[in-house]
């Protein structure tokens, strides 16, 4: 059998999420018009004898109790979530829960942030570290240079893809691949996880400092049952033939930010084409919206039939668009209504949020940039005729002049 375990986090963790993680957990927000946990879940179900998936955070068991029973149904898989009384880290939060983990006797353990987008190659994993015998298989990939600094850096060797040296985010070049946050364990993994809390515990009692001092008081300094998965145990274990890597040729992307959470939307609507293809609406009935490129609108909303929408947009539960609105690249929430001849362009407009007519809400769509796209909190009115240009909202405001490149507080 086999297990999957999703590190959800908590509340403390979304804050570049801002402002939309003040009401929505972070991995329950929509990409491609399902929580963003749902793509990694789904991609779990092509894991052969998977008998369990298991989210362990510190969010509040409410938030996330919907969600878990309806996928369970859906999947027939069972899903649960456990909630860590304090934040353990990404390998503590794991070792916490091993009892629970380990009930039905697993073979295998895969691990998985939730804040990762790509195409989860699961199975393909578990055959590749089965064929290398280690401890643990992650997923890796190629980005460029300038951008690996964000991400845990490593070197593995080419023929037997052993990982060699692994660095959590250096200051210095190190190598431009990293790692995806992807992985496969044998049960291996919480001795592992035990043998650094216990070295801590260790340490904290010993009563001189012996040679690395300066390591020392950093490792003092966590708890001894916070374990983090990169520095704690991938970096000491690199090179040692219990970790080797898998490398993905497909998309991956990490989603820290609103913008790359509409990024990812793109990427996931893309790929419900190849997969799911009936999630993605099309303009074909002659009293719908006219619709361009992928688009995901949830059954309850109401669009007019002279709107024209995509691509890349992603309409949630119980929105109304009028005549003559035009969506491009958006994330429209729940409640939303946008008005007659409204332009929504590169933006996420948040929960009840209201758009009046011929007002613009736009940005020119750069994922890297702070204002590179403009999102508007939750219960936010622009009145009619208003134009938000690279702009961030926060919840309840009512915009009655036009404005750009500001965060209105
Ligand atoms: N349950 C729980 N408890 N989850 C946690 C905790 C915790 O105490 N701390 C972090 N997580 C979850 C986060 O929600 C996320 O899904 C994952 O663990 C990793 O989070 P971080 O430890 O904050 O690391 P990161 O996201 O900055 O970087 C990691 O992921 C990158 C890929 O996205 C590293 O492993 C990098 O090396 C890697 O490139």
């Known amino acids: 059998k086999v297990v999957a375990v999703i590190m959800v986090g908590g509340p403390t963790k979304g804050t570049r999420f801002r402002p939309l993680s003040f009401n929505t957990p972070k991995p329950l927000f929509p990409l491609a018009g399902q929580p963003m946990i749902h793509h990694p879940i789904s991609a779990c179900k092509k894991i052969p004898n998977l008998a369990q998936i298991f989210l362990i955070g510190f969010y509040e068991e ?45 073979s295998h353990i895969f691990l998985l942030n939730c804040d990762v987008c790509c195409n989860f190659p699961l199975p393909e994993m578990l055959v590749a570290h089965r064929r290398y015998g280690g401890m643990g298989t992650l997923l890796v990939i190629k980005v460029s240079a300038e951008s690996a600094n964000q991400f845990g850096e490593l070197v593995a060797d080419p023929v037997t893809k052993e990982l060699l040296h692994y660095t959590e985010k250096p200051e210095t070049f190190v190598s431009d691949l990293i790692n995806c946050g992807v992985y496969v364990f044998t ?73 790359m959470s509409l990024k990812c939307s793109a990427l996931y609507l893309d790929q419900f084409r190849h997969t799911t293809a009936h999630l993605l609406a099309s303009g074909d009935g002659t009293k719908n919206a006219t619709i361009v490129g992928d688009v995901y609108i949830h059954p309850s ?42 332009v929504v362009m590169h933006a996420i407009v948040g929960w009840k949020s209201s758009i009046g007519k011929w007002s613009r809400v736009q940005a020119e769509g750069d994922y890297n940039s702070k204002l590179g796209i403009t999102i508007l909190g939750e219960a936010v009115t622009v009145e009619d005729e208003i134009v938000v240009i690279n702009s961030i909202v926060l919840p309840n405001k009512t915009l009655n002049v036009s404005v750009q490149e500001e965060i209105i507080l």
């Open 62 to 106: 409410r938030d996330f109790a919907l969600y878990v029973s309806s996928i369970s149904n859906e999947l027939k898989v069972p899903v649960r979530y456990l909630k860590e009384d304090k934040p353990h880290g990404s390998a503590g939060g794991l070792y916490y829960f091993r009892n629970l983990i380990m009930e039905e006797l697993p």
């Open 187 to 259: 049960p291996e993994i919480f001795s592992a996880i035990q043998d650094v809390s216990l070295d801590r515990e260790d340490r904290a009692t010993l009563p001189h400092f012996s040679s690395f001092e300066a390591l020392q008081l950093a490792t003092r300094s966590l708890p001894t049952d916070f374990v983090r998965l990169d520095q704690d145990i991938l970096s000491p274990l690199a090179g040692k033939k219990k970790l080797y890597t898998y490398e993905t040729m497909d998309f991956w992307e990490q989603i820290k930010t609103p913008a």
């Open 301 to 342: 909303a109401k669009v007019h039939s002279t709107a024209k929408i995509g691509p890349n947009v992603s309409i949630s539960a119980n929105v109304r668009v009028a005549a003559g609105a035009r969506l491009i690249s958006c994330i429209i929430l729940d409640d939303v209504e946008i008005k007659e001849n409204a």
